[in-house]
């Protein structure tokens, strides 16, 4: 099918700054995929690991972008091998609009699939990463992994919900799973945690925000969504934390939480990589706390999280870049240049 002219930045390797393709043709949906034009497309720290290395590159140029809003332009045929799934691609119409997160594909008959834990198949490909992203003008999709979005947000505003949010939801769903908690200490005040903020304090929980030690903007954001304490994360809390979850990739904030949170309290590590955990004493540990990590998500924690979503009036904070100045955006959050969440916007005009 000819088409004029679209977009694609690529990453061609780690370490390598991203590049523009231009491509000729619209590709086609196979069996149970969708074809959807990009309408806006979040920037995560993941795509950084992904651009830094510590996510094996996958050796070919790779698109980024795993929080993807768009609208349907095409339809593949169904898929009948389609296990446990909750879309096929006749449920969805031309024209619909739809979002894509991370986990973009799994085997759907392996025990992890068919136990309740396709985040966990040892087969699955990941949006953005094996599988080319939403840093373009067009992205082909599983049928399966996309989802309805509540119509309340915007394009721009909906695309933090499908990494920020929905990893942020698990991750909040695992520090509620021990046991009642009051006061939830989130270390690292970006993307993911100013919206399981607004989520926590929805629910009548006091919320604790550890920041970057003097990151007055993250602070100030942090106290405008109700938070009751914003600090630095070199500070101590000031009352023991039921639970925390460490959204920055930063190791040395696994001691300061464990040291925050009372006995029998939980820290969840919600990032997909963080640098080495330091050694410290079995102390902190002791008391019967939890250290948990958060890998990737499921369906159901999509369908969960955009119920809620639907609900709760998220106000999500965003800076918009053109889909030609990806580079900058990663080079902007990597220097911690925002608070919120960066979102590529193809059609907006470049820098």
Do not use: K
């Amino acid at each position: 099918m000819g088409a004029s002219r679209w977009l694609a930045m690529e990453l061609p390797a780690a370490g390598r700054p991203l590049q523009a393709a231009w491509r000729r043709r619209l590709p086609e949906p196979g069996p149970g995929q969708l074809r959807i034009r990009v309408a806006a497309c979040g920037v995560c720290r993941t795509d950084l690991h992904l651009a830094d290395g510590d996510l094996a590159h996958p050796g070919r140029p790779v698109v980024p972008g795993h929080e993807i809003v768009g609208r349907v332009t095409a339809i593949g045929p169904a898929h009948a091998g389609a296990e446990g799934t909750h879309a096929q691609p006749g449920e969805f119409h031309l024209g619909q609009r739809v979002g894509v997160p991370w986990l973009g594909w799994t085997c759907g008959h392996c025990a992890a699939c068919t136990g309740g834990h396709e985040n966990l198949c040892a087969e699955a490909r990941f949006t953005g990463w094996q599988l080319d992203g939403g840093y373009a003008e067009h992205a082909l999709v599983d049928a399966r992994y996309a989802f309805a979005l509540p119509d309340r947000y915007s394009d721009e505003q909906a695309a933090p919900l499908l990494c920020a949010g929905l990893i942020g939801y698990r991750a909040y769903a695992r520090a509620l799973a021990r046991g009642e908690v009051r006061r939830l200490g989130l270390f690292g005040f970006g993307a993911a945690a100013h919206l399981i903020a607004q989520v926590a304090v929805s629910q009548r929980r006091e919320v604790f925000a550890f920041t970057r030690p003097g990151d007055a903007p993250a602070q100030a954001l942090a106290r405008q969504l109700a938070a009751s304490w914003a600090g630095g994360s070199d500070a101590a809390a000031p009352v023991p934390l039921d639970a925390a979850i460490i959204f920055a990739p930063v190791g040395a904030l696994v001691p300061a939480a464990l040291r925050a949170v009372r006995p029998g309290g939980t820290v969840v590590c919600a990032g997909i990589h963080m640098s080495d955990v330091p050694a410290m004493p079995y102390a902190l540990l002791w008391g019967e706390r939890a250290l948990l990590s958060v890998a990737h998500l499921t369906r159901a924690d999509g369908l969960a999280f955009m119920r809620l979503a639907a609900e709760v009036p998220l106000e999500v904070h965003t800076h918009r870049y053109a889909l030609a100045d990806a580079q900058r955006a990663l080079d902007d959050l990597r220097a911690g240049a925002f608070s919120g969440a960066a979102v590529l916007v193809p059609g907006a005009p470049a820098s």
